[in-house]
């Protein structure tokens, strides 16, 4: 009898211990996760993902991406609607109650982002000096309180490697400030 019971205890605690892994989300990206170089890795060809929760969506053509290096105007960049593929499937599937938004850079944006890389090798710019932002442009299709919900921007590139998010859990009202509200979604 005694037998049977730890079994059953074994399979409970493996299931329970494998719902907790799926509503991990992206704080949990595993142990070889890395962030981005904002000198080798091919800017142009990530893919993010916008980690929401249900009732928060991206407002189209508000998602800026901006890349800074020392001596040379900032490039900003909109972010455009990406199809899914295979590099999706490098990110861990979003929580419950979350959604993955997936964004890219429009190829004119990828092709300055690139010269600018280049540039920056070229001149041996030192990577702790270059930035690499996402402000991520919002609205609401459900009334939210934008300090009791938190959001995350992933990334995925062709090389396979998992990346940490560049925005990891973060409250909307730190984004945006405590006093923004989120516009209607269209």
Known sequence: ??????????????????????????????PSARAVDTLTDDI???????????GIGPMPGATVLTYAIPAA???KA???????????????PPGNGRAY???????KDRTSIRTIQAGA???????????LSIAPGLC?????DPSSVSI??????????HLLPLIDRRPISELLGTTATLPACP
């Open 152 to 161: 995350s921007v992933l990334a995925a590139s062709s090389g396979g490697e």
């Open 101 to 107: 938004y997936f964004l890219a850079l429009a190829p």
């Open 78 to 92: 909109v972010l455009v609607s990406a199809d899914v593929d295979d590099l999706a499937s490098q990110l861990p």
């Open 1 to 30: 009898m005694l037998k049977p019971l730890r079994s059953l205890t074994a399979a409970l605690a493996l299931a329970i211990s494998l719902a907790a892994c799926s509503s991990m989300g992206p704080s949990a990206p595993g």
């Open 121 to 131: 090798a070229g001149a041996h710019v030192a990577e702790s000096n270059v930035t």
């Open 140 to 144: 609401e299709s459900a009334i939210v």
């Open 73 to 75: 105007r900032p490039i």
């Open 44 to 54: 142009g060809a990530l893919l993010f993902a916008l980690d929401l929760p249900r």
